[in-house]
């Protein structure tokens, strides 16, 4: 069973850095056939796709957030992390690390329990 832990803080100041950290156990971030991903929900919105990692370590992120958006990872403690810079209260959001599964229907098949993020003065 694999699980997936956001952490990070819960307040940030308008125009700082957000920062998050996804720890995941019962599975190996760099197995093959799974990607590492960021994704979002603003409040009284749909679900917004930012950015992955793949098992071998690449990066994509969604056009609308990629000048602001860093995913990278720390294989030695088994964690990815989002970085999202010069953040503005259209950014509070419930975040999420999720894991996407590239043989069973790209499935988004194991998700954290969520986090939120507040970004205000």
């Known amino acids: 069973q694999v699980q997936l832990q956001e952490s990070g803080p819960g307040l940030v100041k308008p125009y700082q850095t957000l920062s998050l950290t996804c720890t995941v156990s019962?599975?190996?971030?760099?197995?093959?056939?799974?990607?590492w991903n960021w994704i979002r929900q603003p409040p009284g919105k749909g679900l917004e796709w930012m950015g992955v990692i793949t098992y071998g370590g690449s990066t994509y992120y969604s056009p609308s957030l990629e000048s602001r958006t860093s995913i990278s990872r720390d294989t030695s403690k088994n964690q990815f992390s989002l970085q999202l810079s010069s953040v503005t209260p259209e950014d509070t959001a419930v975040y999420y690390c999720v894991r996407r599964d590239l043989k069973y229907g790209r499935a988004f098949d194991y998700w954290g329990q969520g986090t939120q993020v507040t970004v205000s003065s």
């Open positions: 019962g599975g190996s971030i760099t197995t093959s056939g799974y990607t």
